[in-house]
T-cell receptor
Framework: DGGITQSPKYLFRKEGQNVTLSCEQN?????MYWYRQDPGQGLRLIYY???????QKGDIAEGYSVSREKKESFPLTVTSAQKNPTAFYLC?????????????FGQGTRLTVV | EDKVVQSPLSLVVHEGDTVTLNCSYE??????LLWYKQEKKAPTFLFML????IEKKSGRLSSILDKKELFSILNITATQTGDSAVYLC??????????????FGKGTKLSVKP
């Protein structure tokens, strides 16, 4: 079945470590996005990619990095420079059809710094 | 600055009540407005609105968009405990040469008590 897969579902990181969150989609969508969600907050955009080998910073890109070497994959690395990484991370791919776009979400990764 | 504002931020009702959730926006070159329901993890799609005054309905849920006044409402009639969730509003705009991003509001947390 087509969809977006994020892994792992839960991730624990020690302070000072880099960790990479996986996001894979088989929907053939060009655009992929990473959002961060904190309690009581909406989704804030970290990075997005409209096409392979290209990506742009969102509103809260500091301390994060991404790559887009394949259409299907858009991994997010949370670096040690991110001061408060504990959050719920959602990956989405966007179907830009016609007049409007549809966002499809993965199930999310909950990252906790211990 | 583009923004999406949802109100109220939280709402507690009893089963059988009718609720109205609000979403106002300011965005460059509006393309679409989307409503999502988020329970435990990934948001699930409810509605996409692109034209003013056309009501979208799905069971007890309905939504309408006013592009002149820049807002949308999501109505839920005869609420049930299963409607308890965070309801997210997102707006897509166009920015220059590349297609736009989805900007999310903070969400409305709805709690339906038996």
């Amino acid at each position: 079945d087509g969809g977006i897969t994020q892994s792992p579902k839960y991730l624990f990181r020690k302070e000072g470590q880099n960790v990479t969150l996986s996001c894979e989609q088989n929907l053939n969508h060009d655009a992929m996005y990473w959002y961060r969600q904190d309690p009581g907050q909406g989704l804030r955009l970290i990075y997005y990619s409209q096409i392979v080998n290209d990506f742009q910073k969102g509103d809260i890109a500091e301390g994060y990095s991404v790559s887009r070497e394949k259409k299907e994959s858009f991994p997010l690395t949370v670096t040690s420079a991110q001061k408060n990484p504990t959050a719920f991370y959602l990956c989405a791919s966007i179907d830009r059809g016609g007049k409007a776009s549809w966002a499809f979400f993965g199930q999310g990764t909950r990252l906790t710094v211990v | 600055e583009d923004k999406v504002v949802q109100s109220p931020l939280s709402l507690v009702v009893h089963e059988g009540d009718t609720v109205t959730l609000n979403c106002s926006y300011e965005v460059t070159n509006f393309r679409s407005l989307l409503w999502y329901k988020q329970e435990k993890k990934a948001p699930t799609f409810l509605f996409m609105l692109t034209s003013s005054g056309i009501e979208k309905k799905s069971g007890r849920l309905s939504s309408i968009l006013d592009k002149k006044e820049l807002f949308s409402i999501l109505n839920i009639t005869a609420t049930q405990t299963g409607d308890s969730a965070v309801y997210l509003c997102a707006v897509e705009g166009n920015y220059g040469g590349s297609q736009g991003n989805l900007i999310f509001g903070k969400g409305t947390k709805l709690s339906v008590k038996p």
